[in-house]
């Protein structure tokens, strides 16, 4: 175990191993490339968990580190964790890559008779309540699509939240009602894939939601954006995902100058708006769905008229 999984895992809450953990109806898939020095947090947060998916396909997307070799040790301790492997295609393919991923699990998944989906990261770690917490949300909400907690990274000892909206969902674990994730036809694979779904479910009238709860927080060990190769890359292909993805350009400017106040601050925001207005002058094409399109602009220019650039209060987990 890394040194970091190892401090982590001193923090944690101690949860009895020996009591039987309730099953719930619930696939994760988890995508993952590289993820060694990270992957044990993520194990170690799912096998404390107060309930258990049926299954979690972990797909190894043709790592080159020992992240196989991990994930293998707990598959053959836990009966519900399961790995798959793909061919390495040489590099990481973001976005796309991962929803290609993503599919491969659900081509292997055994246990057809669940009733909810999630899509997981491996570089991230979550309290022992973290799953029984969105189930709870999910029976309270029947109209509710894909739910979330919300994400933080630590720096300086302090817990830094990644800032999204509560209508959005973290795509880093993405929980859906199966129903309305084969309704909206699941993940598409581009950049902005976690914007599209969302979208296109409340489109369809469904609910998403990320909220704020002590037993659902997400911590995130690795700069959103930055997994491949740096931030600066991230940020540039995010300016030219929301481009594909059909924003408003009032709204890609807002957008922009909101994500100045985060780091890397002000050169990000920047180079966010420079790849959205790049796209825009070599006409890349963008997702061929006008009625999505339409919406998503319409649903842009009526938050443009709420405070939603005010910059989020210092709301801190417990």
Not at 125 to 130: A, H, L, R, T
Not at 304 to 313: D, G, R, V
């Amino acid at each position: 175990m890394n040194n970091y999984a190892m401090n982590s895992a001193k923090n944690a809450p101690i949860t009895d191993l020996h009591q039987p953990q309730r099953v719930i109806p619930l696939v994760i898939i988890a995508p993952v490339r590289d993820e060694a020095d990270l992957i044990e947090l993520t194990l170690d947060s799912m096998i404390a968990q107060t309930c258990r998916p049926l299954e979690w396909v972990i797909v190894d997307d043709g790592s080159s580190d020992n992240t196989a070799e991990i994930v293998r040790k707990y598959a053959e301790k836990y009966d519900f964790i399961r790995l798959v492997q793909r061919p390495d295609r040489g590099f990481r393919k973001v976005g796309g890559g991962v929803v290609a991923a993503f599919k491969f699990g659900i081509t292997q998944i055994l246990h057809h008779d669940y009733t909810y989906i999630a899509k997981l990261d491996g570089d991230m770690s979550f309290g022992p309540k973290y799953l029984e917490t969105m189930m709870e949300k999910f029976e309270q909400l029947p109209r509710l699509a894909a739910v979330s907690g919300k994400v933080f990274r630590e720096e300086g000892g302090e817990k830094i939240e990644e800032a999204i909206i509560d209508e959005h969902v973290a795509g880093q674990f993405k929980l859906y009602r199966r129903s309305a994730f084969e309704e909206i036809g699941g993940f598409i694979e581009e950049v902005l894939w976690d914007g599209i779904d969302v979208h296109t479910a409340r489109m369809k009238g469904w609910q998403t939601l990320s909220f704020l709860h002590q037993d659902a927080i997400l911590m995130h060990h690795r700069l959103m954006g930055s997994s491949d190769q740096h931030v600066y890359r991230g940020r540039l292909r995010w300016g030219r995902g929301i481009w594909f993805m059909g924003y408003h350009p009032l709204y890609a400017f807002a957008s922009a100058c909101f994500r100045m106040r985060e780091k890397p601050f002000i050169v990000g925001g920047l180079l966010i708006f420079i790849g959205y207005c790049w796209a825009a002058l070599k006409r890349v094409p963008r997702y061929d769905n006008p009625e999505f399109r339409r919406y998503l602009q319409s649903w842009q220019m009526a938050q443009l008229k709420l405070p939603f650039l005010k910059a989020p209060t210092s709301k801190k987990p417990e």
